[in-house]
């Protein structure tokens, strides 16, 4: 009994001794474990101070990158360098350091020519971009074109940058800006047309910006900027803009250039203009357009301001200064010729000059005698319709031919013509009209009373010359040339 009651004392005793050895293990463990963890926690929010401390500087110097205005930032990026120029656009010009922004044609659809004015004497940039490739305001490098740059003869403290985009693609939007690192201008939009037989284009005559009005009330910017605009809104992808000549009033004001170019309408437009007397002295037209295939057939000829030509969609467009008056033979002549020869398969040939050879108006007659000696030319290499300004009237001939009528037009529309049907466009701003005396060669002619604009519809077999009345839209005439 007594040795039963011994074995269970011992027993009791190995049971507590056992369960108290387990339970401070079970301390020891939970202890350890919560060491750990704490030595993990702290790691991590060591770590997250660490992060916390280094974040801010960082982000600073970010901010910093960003901070100028007008200059471009330049990063790397996995298909190449890009350009981030300011998040501004359809802004004028004038609100940077540049001026006298201007698009031309170039030598053939595919091409634009820009020329811009500058503070910056380094080399300018056109930066022009797909607008579906665009991120922000932000270009690719490899999108861009430098441009000619040198000192402004006509402006001081100036320079002139022209350049020459190629490669674009018809049907396209495209985003651009001009300048270079010293400063960029607002972000334009600029869409090409359809590259197809079938196109149209705007044809204007004499803005002359700044001269003398019939009305001195009259608005005569923003009657010219009504005219661009309708031209963009009313005719819908118009391939450029033709002008006739008379750019400005006074040739050597560039604050006349300055009223003809600062429109925003004109920031998404080529520009196709032609010297005309008003705009003839100096290098100021020469400067402020750049133009294609400029007319180098006279070494001393200064070839920023005379002929050029250039081609859209197989349709050849002859651009010729008739303001010297003399050596049509040696000189326009050959220039007429070398082009046409570029061109052997033109389907249509436009020729555009300033002085009409069949004039209305009293005191240009003499240029018109002058003026027609340049006809035979234009007919030997098949000139379908010639546009002209100068008159401030709106005229439209008969078929003429060895500047007599060769085919009288009756209605609006002739087919298969022998000769040349010639348009002389009146003031797309209004600024005055003459007085029509009568004319045997037109059909038309006479002051319209209204700012003015053509449409020009272009297919393989016709071309339509729509003539609107900007102030409303109205139509003012129409003719179309056929082709069978």
């Known amino acids: ?85 300011p998040n501004v656009s359809n802004e004028s010009l004038e609100t940077t350091g540049m001026k006298y922004l201007s698009i031309e044609v170039g030598t053939s659809e595919t091409e634009r020519n820009f020329v811009w004015y500058s503070k910056s004497a380094n080399e300018g940039t056109v930066l022009m971009q797909e607008a579906s490739s665009m991120e922000m305001n932000t270009f690719y490098a490899s999108n861009a074109t430098t441009a000619k740059t040198k000192e402004s003869s006509t402006e001081n403290g100036y320079y002139v940058n022209k350049a020459t985009v190629a490669n674009l693609k018809a049907n396209t939007t495209y985003y651009y800006v001009v300048g270079n690192s010293d400063g960029w201008s607002p972000i334009y939009t600029y869409k090409t047309s359809s590259f197809d037989t079938s196109f149209s284009f705007a044809a204007i005559g004499d803005p002359e910006i700044g001269i003398g009005t019939d009305d001195e009330g009259l608005d005569q910017v923003g009657i010219f900027d009504n005219t661009i605009n309708q031209i963009n809104e009313q005719i819908q992808d118009v391939a450029f803009l033709l002008s006739t000549g008379d750019q400005v009033g006074i040739n050597d004001s560039n604050d006349d250039y300055a009223s003809l170019l600062s429109h925003l309408g004109l920031y998404s437009l080529a520009f196709a203009p032609t010297i005309g007397n008003h705009d003839v002295g100096g290098n100021y037209f020469g400067e402020h357009f750049n133009l294609p295939n400029m007319n180098k057939i006279k070494p001393d000829a200064d070839v920023t301001n ?63 005698a002058a003026v027609q000696e340049l006809t035979p030319f234009l007919e030997d290499i098949g000139v379908d319709v010639v546009f002209n300004g100068h008159d401030q009237l709106y005229t439209r001939t008969n078929v003429m031919k060895g500047n007599t009528i060769s085919q009288k037009v009756s209605g609006n529309s002739v087919t298969n013509p022998d000769g040349i049907v010639y348009f002389t466009l009146s003031s797309s701003s209004g600024n005055l009209f003459h007085e029509a005396i009568g004319n045997a060669s037109a059909v038309i002619s006479e002051a319209p009373g209204h700012p003015q604009a053509s449409r020009v519809d272009v297919t393989a077999t016709s071309l339509k010359v729509t003539t609107y009345n900007t102030d409303s839209w109205e139509v003012y005439d129409e003719f179309e040339i056929i082709k069978q």
């Open 1 to 85: 009994m007594k040795k039963n009651r011994l074995m269970a004392i011992i027993l009791c005793f190995i049971l507590l001794f056992t369960a108290g050895c387990s339970k401070k293990a079970e301390v020891s463990d939970t202890q350890e474990n919560t060491e750990v963890q704490q030595t993990e926690e702290n790691q991590a929010e060591d770590t997250q101070q660490q992060e916390v401390e280094v974040s801010p500087s960082q982000s600073q110097d970010v901010s910093k990158e960003g901070t100028s205005e007008n200059v471009s930032q330049t990063s790397e990026v996995g298909s190449g360098e890009i350009i981030t120029v």
């Open 306 to 368: 005379d002929d050029y030509y250039f081609s859209y969609n197989g349709v050849l467009f002859l651009m010729i200064n008739t303001n010297n008056g003399s050596d049509f033979d040696d000189y326009h002549k050959k220039f007429i010729e070398e082009a046409s020869a570029q061109y052997p398969d033109a389907k249509w040939k436009v020729a555009v000059f300033h002085q009409p050879p069949y004039s209305s108006v009293a005191k240009n007659l003499d240029d018109a």
